[in-house]
């Protein structure tokens, strides 16, 4: 069964940093391309960021470039979200999500994983 | 960046009625459009992809159509577990952009 597992969430002060973790099982990590959705409390969904399935190359909405950094470990078959600089704007809800092709190019979001809340806040 | 704008924002129909929903690109996405459900306290689950092609794990009573820059979400009886959020979402082109969801309730 393929299944992704979001963890790392956490209450942390404007400007702090925090890391996502998402530990994936189920299918042959490196094959396929993974990004990062988030949802602030009762809003709707943002695409953060995608990385191919080589980790080769990464993509970035323009609010989070600069401050976000993803990365994978085909090892540990584990995606990782580095949050720098944080706001208030970037509480949310961020989920890890698996997509269906390798390069993340036109390609959808078909698992995802049951997200982890971050709080930024004094 | 491509906007998505969804419509309506809420749709109130009862169970066994047909639910139609709109999905408008601020600029042609060919046939890269997919929909999401999600249920509250739950992550989403991809429903349709390819503007018409639907996810497995869905029943026969949902269907997509369109392509360009409208697409419509039919479901064709509405059971229970479809009371949800749908979100359409554009994947021709980066960065990828959601719509701002229809909440389906009774």
């Known amino acids: 069964e393929v299944q992704l597992v979001d963890s790392g969430g956490g209450l942390v002060q404007p400007g702090g940093s925090l890391r996502l973790s998402c530990a994936a099982s189920g299918f042959t990590f490196s094959h396929y391309a993974k990004s990062w959705v988030r949802q602030a409390p009762g809003k709707g969904l943002e695409w953060v960021s995608t990385?191919?399935?080589?980790?080769?190359?990464?993509y970035y909405a323009d609010s989070m470039k600069g401050r976000f950094t993803v990365s994978s470990d085909s090892s540990k078959n584990t995606l990782y979200l580095q949050m720098n600089n944080l706001r208030a704007e970037d509480t949310a809800v961020y989920y890890c999500?698996?997509?269906?092709?390798?390069?993340?190019?036109?390609?959808?979001?078909?698992?995802w994983g049951q997200g982890t809340m971050v709080t930024v806040s004094s | 960046e491509i906007v998505m704008t969804q419509s309506p924002a809420t749709l109130s129909v009862s169970p066994g009625e047909r639910a139609t929903l709109s999905c408008r690109a601020s600029?042609?996405?060919?046939?890269?459009l997919a929909w999401y459900h999600q249920k509250p306290g739950q992550a989403p689950r991809l429903l349709i992809y390819?503007?018409?092609t639907r996810a497995s794990a869905f029943p026969a009573r949902f269907s997509g159509s369109g392509s360009g820059t409208e697409f419509t979400l039919t479901i064709s009886s509405l059971q229970s577990e479809d009371f949800a959020v749908y979100y359409c979402?554009?994947?021709?082109?980066?960065?990828?952009?959601f719509g701002g969801g229809t909440k389906v309730e009774i």
């Open positions: 390819g503007a018409s």
């Open positions: 979402q554009q994947y021709n082109d980066w960065p990828l952009t």
């Open positions: 999500a698996k997509m269906d092709g390798t390069d993340g190019y036109r390609d959808v979001f078909n698992i």
């Open positions: 990385i191919t399935g080589s980790g080769d190359s990464a």
């Open positions: 600029q042609s996405v060919s046939s890269n």
